[in-house]
């Protein structure tokens, strides 16, 4: 039976020795998901603009929604929430992807030598696509209502390769966890949909109760959702040591959920 190596090495270097590959799929995913249509890729730009314009009106006019006390603007509440949700959504097209990856791709598992181990790392790319035009639309609709993006936008790199660590990672494990245990995808269903509430998504972390708010900071997307919203509208430098102890633990667990999927992944074939 081949061996697979779980080392950290060859995490980084299996990504590197298939990049063409996970190129090659990762066009083709994104271009699958607008086959057929009349509009193509132009879908990936007109949706964020939707939501952007929908958030707007709704929070600005039905809601009156303000972000923070004293301040009028009524676009605030809308450029604060949609970066929120551009970080959350990230989150959720990965991960309620992520255990049906090996189950919707038998053929890869039975009949092909296939390196398994990148359909997450192809599902996240497929993700950050959609992820970098609504950065893009996001950053438009700053650039026609308030003028320059802040030079703090600069920064986001830096937030979001971490934040692409941990959902690999979680990837990873899942992926392999929903070949043995059919139903971690409608519990993952559930969990991310009472995760969008726990998360600081609708309401800033100063808003949720001082006796339960560091249980808000347990949360895995707290972090990336305050700095994103920091670096892109309110223009204030990252946490840095926040953001150093986030990077370490981001690949740490990235690494366990790699070492998880290698050393599961013998026992597909049989399941499947």
Same mark, same amino acid.
């Given at each position: 039976?081949?061996?697979?190596?779980?080392?950290?090495?060859?995490?980084?270097?299996?990504?590197?020795?298939?990049?063409?590959?996970?190129?090659?799929?990762?066009?083709?995913?994104?271009?699958?998901?607008?086959?057929?249509?009349?509009?193509?890729?132009?879908?990936?730009?007109?949706?964020?603009?939707?939501?952007?314009?929908?958030?707007?009106?709704?929070?600005?006019?039905?809601?009156?929604?303000?972000?923070?006390?004293?301040?009028?603007?009524?676009?605030?509440?809308?450029?604060?929430?949609?970066?929120?949700?551009?970080?959350?959504?990230?989150?959720?097209?990965?991960?309620?992807?992520?255990?049906?990856?090996?189950?919707?791709?038998?053929?890869?598992?039975?009949?092909?030598?296939?390196?398994?181990?990148?359909?997450?790392?192809?599902?996240?790319?497929?993700?950050?696509?959609?992820?970098?035009?609504? !950065?893009?639309?996001?950053?438009?609709?700053?650039?026609?209502?308030?003028?320059?993006?802040?030079?703090?936008?600069?920064?986001?790199?830096?937030?979001?390769?971490?934040?692409?660590?941990?959902?690999?990672?979680?990837?990873?494990?899942?992926?392999?966890?929903?070949?043995?245990?059919?139903?971690?995808?409608?519990?993952?269903?559930?969990?991310?949909?009472?995760?969008?509430?726990?998360?600081?998504?609708?309401?800033?972390?100063?808003?949720?109760?001082?006796?339960?708010?560091?249980? !808000?900071?347990?949360?895995? !997307?707290?972090?990336?959702?305050?700095?994103?919203?920091?670096?892109?509208?309110?223009?204030?430098?990252?946490?840095?040591?926040?953001?150093?102890?986030?990077?370490?633990?981001?690949?740490?667990?990235?690494?366990?959920?790699?070492?998880?999927?290698?050393?599961?992944?013998?026992?597909?074939?049989?399941?499947?």
């Amino acid at each position: 039976m081949r061996k697979f190596r779980s080392t950290p090495i060859e995490m980084f270097t299996s990504l590197w020795r298939n990049r063409s590959l996970i190129y090659e799929s990762t066009k083709r995913e994104v271009q699958g998901r607008y086959r057929g249509s009349a509009m193509g890729l132009t879908w990936s730009v007109f949706n964020p603009v939707l939501m952007l314009a929908v958030y707007t009106f709704v929070f600005s006019e039905v809601f009156k929604a303000r972000w923070s006390e004293g301040n009028e603007s009524k676009t605030e509440f809308a450029l604060v929430l949609f970066a929120g949700l551009i970080v959350f959504n990230l989150f959720t097209e990965c991960i309620n992807r992520a255990p049906s990856l090996i189950l919707s791709n038998v053929n890869y598992v039975k009949k092909v030598v296939f390196p398994l181990e990148i359909l997450p790392i192809v599902s996240l790319l497929s993700a950050l696509y959609h992820t970098v035009i609504s !950065l893009f639309v996001w950053l438009a609709a700053y650039m026609i209502l308030f003028g320059i993006p802040h030079i703090t936008s600069l920064y986001l790199p830096l937030i979001l390769i971490p934040y692409g660590f941990f959902i690999i990672g979680l990837s990873w494990a899942l992926a392999s966890l929903g070949v043995y245990l059919r139903d971690v995808g409608q519990i993952i269903g559930v969990f991310t949909m009472v995760l969008m509430f726990l998360s600081p998504v609708f309401y800033p972390a100063s808003g949720f109760p001082e006796s339960y708010r560091h249980l !808000l900071y347990l949360n895995p !997307l707290t972090l990336v959702i305050e700095q994103v919203r920091a670096v892109l509208y309110f223009g204030k430098a990252p946490n840095f040591m926040m953001l150093a102890i986030y990077w370490l633990v981001s690949i740490i667990l990235a690494w366990m959920g790699f070492a998880w999927f290698q050393k599961t992944r013998k026992g597909f074939a049989d399941v499947l």
